[in-house]
């Protein structure tokens, strides 16, 4: 009798220790568009993005639970919902349309409260729970999202953590094809070694030899596919053997928030910029502290030796795909001797620089590696102003910058006599396709400062437009059924607050700035039939507001 409590009890322990299986939360195949831990800019994909066939697929529960956060924000997961679950793990629904009417009408009154499109709210456990298969929202593409799809997360509730939902689904989604394999890359790790730092083409490396000398490390360029989807996703683990001996490993089953942007020291950053495409590197940098790493140990070749590398690369249902190549151990004085030049930032330390009139600070968390960091300073013809080299882009920092540079006379003499104000002076950023990024900064005493984070050339611009607003409606007799749309754009530092009045009351518009526009459903206002006036007030980072006046009519 006893005996067999215990085997029940064992039975329910191994029960609960077995994750809960989620049910698909739509009702239409599971094709990815993306898959867990794949490659992006900055960050690695904290989910799975399940295509969908346009907006407005109703999504499920994928279990039971309750809805612990709603955010609406016009970046990022655009309409985003949280469900706590009783299992330990949230599940996080992103670029939705629409929530479902009893998720809305409690979102709506916290909008209406705060007067604000953007909103964070954490209901408890008791507002709103929710069934295994309960239709809580319908699919969309808000947000930063390019095409409809909806964003499917998995996360660790204590920690937060995103984990690869595959882990829970019921349904596997369909995968018979190993990862694929675009190229390698070799490189010579310190001062002493020394190898051709090239990328293979993997057809010029599979089986070939490659000279070498000393300390040396590899990275793979490499995609996944599904059976379904077409689209290449990421590549969960990476394996790498020297002589059948394994020397690194790396697993991507998890990836906290506060880590994601080492992405861009596991990936070689400049590789990224110059050609666009993700090279893994398979050795770790000094001040990259991702938790991903099974296995680093490094690969010395002498002169004489033959070591047979092989890469072994496995996807989520356990494909693997093996590439083969040897390196054979050369004499140093093979290979033109090195013209990097010295770092002078060493990763970890701290600096303050003060050149060419400006002044950069760089936190010791910044670099990854050691690095060659310089400033410049030439007369742009094109801005005609001072235009300043900060570091190369090509160099990824971690943590932002500080930057201050002194605003240039011209601007300052405008102050002076009143026609600026220094609250429309910012940092720009030298766009990669031309054109200026909006940096930010704050005004003190003749200078800027800001905190970019990414490294290249500044200047200091100044933006006293105020952003331009229009009617985007083809009618101005709308009925119950119609939308109003209005134009808003920009034509430097950006929108950063929008409100719409409607006969003097504060409405509800969702900025869709994909379209550059502020859209409502006329039934949504609840406006009498007759008259009404509609007043937009807009504004750009710089404080340059404008105010746009438009009268229409309900039928
Ligand atoms: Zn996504």
Known sequence: MKLKLIYLLCFMVFLSANAQKYINPMDIPTVLSASFAELRPNHFHGGLDISTPGIGVPVKSVA???????????????????????????????????????????????????????????????????KQGEVVAFSGNTGGSFGPHLHLEVRDTKTD???????????????????????????????????????????????????????????????????VGGRPCGVMEVSLYDDDRLVF??????????????????????????????????FIDPGNHL??????????????????????????????????????GVDAKNFVAKTRRKPNVLCGNEYNFYDCGIEVNITGGCFYKDEYFE?????????????????????????????TIPVPEGFMK???????????????????????????????????????????????AADTVPPRVFSKNSAIILGQSHSIMIGISDNLSGIAKYNCYIDG??????????????????????????????????????????????KFRVR
Not at 71 to 100: F, M, N, Q, R
Not at 508 to 517: H, W
Request: contains cysteine; glycine residues 8%; charged residues 25%.
């Open 64 to 130: 039971d639970g309750y809805v612990s956060r709603i955010k609406v924000s016009p970046y990022g997961y655009g309409h985003g919902l949280y469900i706590t679950h009783y299992d330990g793990h949230t599940t996080v629904y992103g670029h939705l349309s629409e929530y479902a009417p009893k998720v809305d009408s409690v979102i709506r009154a916290e909008q209406y409260r705060l007067q604000s499109f953007e909103v964070d709210f954490f209901p408890d456990s008791t507002l709103l729970p929710v």
């Open 375 to 403: 400033i410049s300073r030439e007369e742009s013809t094109v801005y005609k102003c001072p235009l300043y080299t900060v570091g190369n882009r090509e160099i990824p920092a971690h943590e932002n910058i500080t930057l």
């Open 291 to 328: 938790d991903i790493y099974k296995v680093c140990k490094p690969i010395i070749v002498k002169p004489g030796e033959i070591h047979k590398i092989r890469y072994e690369l496995k996807d989520f249902a356990g494909n693997v795909r093996k590439v083969n190549f040897n390196v054979r």
């Open 505 to 550: 009351e504060w409405k509800l518009f969702e900025f869709d700035y994909k379209n550059a526009r502020l859209i409502s459903q006329v039934k949504k206002l609840g406006l009498s039939s007759g008259p009404h006036t509609l007043v937009a007030k807009i504004e750009d980072e710089c404080g340059n507001v404008k105010e746009w006046e438009w």
């Open 414 to 460: 405008k102050i002076a006599d009143s026609t600026l104000r220094s609250g429309q002076l910012f940092i720009a950023r030298t766009g990669n396709k031309g054109g200026l990024v909006y940096v930010g900064g704050t005004f003190e005493d003749g200078r800027i400062t800001a905190k970019p984070k990414i490294l290249g050339k500044f200047l200091v």
């Open 249 to 282: 490993q790396s697993l991507l089953d998890r990836m906290p928030f506060d880590k994601t942007r080492y992405i861009n020291s596991f990936v070689d950053f400049a590789e990224e910029q110059k050609h666009n495409r993700y090279i893994q590197k398979s």
């Open 161 to 227: 953590d995103p984990l690869n939902p595959l882990a829970f689904l019921e349904e596997q989604v369909d995968d018979h094809r190993a990862p694929t394999v675009y190229g390698i890359k070799v490189y010579a790790l310190d001062d002493t070694s020394a190898a051709l730092e090239k990328y293979y083409d993997l057809r010029y490396i599979s089986n070939k030899t490659i000279d070498a000398y000393g300390h040396v490390g590899f990275g793979v360029n490499a995609v996944d596919f599904f059976d």
